[in-house]
Structure formats: C-alpha cells, structure tokens
C-alpha cells in the first residue's frame, strides 16, 4: 500500500447540522491504527478570499472588528467568502472594496491554503493588491468594522508579537515580507 493512500474507512456518515453557511458531517470510522471512533468534518459553503493591499508607500490597511466566534477583537486583512465557480480574485476585489473602499489595479495571487485541514475542508486563496485608489466603502450589516492604515512593517511587527492571529492575515503578512526581502516586490 501507497503511504499517501486514504488510511481511514468511513462505516456510516450522518448529516448533523447545515446552514447556508456550513455543513457538519459526523462519520463512523475506522481509523489509521484499525480502531473504531467517529469524526466531524465541517464543510464550507464558499472559498475564503483575502487581499492585502499595499501602497507605493509601503502602507497597508487592515479592518478591526469584535469577532463572534473567538470572543475577541481581531485585526486582519481584508477577506471574506466567495461562491465556488467564481473566479476568487473577484471575490477579493469585492471584500477590498466592501471593507475598506479600496480598489486595486493589480493582484498577484500569494498564498493558497487550507485554514484548519484537521475539522473542515475551508480553503482559501490571497492576493497581493497594489496600485491602489481610493471609493467609498460598504460593509455588510454583520460587520462592525475599522480601518489602519499603517506601514507594513508595523503589521508585520503586530504579527510577531502575537497581536494579528487570524491564519489568513498571519500568512499573507509573512508572505509579502519575504517576497519584500527578497525582492520580488518594492
């Protein structure tokens, strides 16, 4: 047998909850070692978009906002969901200007990753926005939200002092800073 082959045999799978939102499955397993158990997978409804705008100053903007499921203020990039068969950069255009207002002439796809592979199938795609202008923004009626500007390398100072912890805006910021090391960007 392959060691990258599927070790888990799934016995029965149960719908537990859906909403328009999310999916939760529990699964009757087999699991690597042989042993019976069960398993939740939650299953997103739309692909997670972010955009992390960066100025020919080298600022960049962030959204504040009280974050439900965490209990906690958070600040992160701009991002949101987008539907599947949508090509994600335009759902990150949408999430840019929607929260800060910002319009961005060119995007560079940085990051692609799975935000939590041990619970849910969320996936998410980041770009790198740059050649900015300025319109007027539109929250959604969920998002109380407020907007930094600030030199990047002050939110890339915020993450390493453990003050942005959203997966999202942690690997874009880090992203950009390598790609701004090595010169990729200016």
Do not use: C
């Not at 082959?5 to 537990?16: F, G, M, R, S």
Request: aromatic share 10%; charged share 25%.
């Amino acid at each position: 047998m392959n060691e990258y082959n599927n070790p888990w045999k799934v016995l029965a799978e149960k719908k537990i909850y859906e909403n328009p939102w999310i999916k939760l499955n529990e699964y009757d397993v087999i699991n690597p070692s042989g042993g019976k158990g069960i398993y939740g997978k939650v299953f997103f409804k739309s692909i997670a978009t972010g955009a992390l705008p960066l100025d020919e100053d080298l600022n960049t903007y962030l959204v504040g906002q009280y974050r439900f499921t965490i209990d906690q203020y958070s600040w992160e990039i701009p991002e949101g969901g987008g539907k599947f068969g949508v090509d994600p950069v335009e759902s990150a255009q949408r999430e840019l200007l929607e929260e800060t207002g910002l319009v961005a002439a060119e995007w560079t796809k940085i990051v692609e990753m799975h935000l939590s592979n041990s619970v849910t199938d969320e996936y998410a795609v980041i770009y790198l926005a740059r050649k900015l202008s300025q319109h007027m923004a539109s929250p959604e009626e969920t998002e109380q939200l407020i907007i930094k500007k600030l030199p990047f390398e002050e939110a890339y100072q915020m993450v390493e002092r453990g003050e942005i912890t959203d997966s999202m805006s942690v690997a874009a910021i880090l992203k950009v800073k390598m790609m701004l090391l090595d010169g990729r960007i200016s």
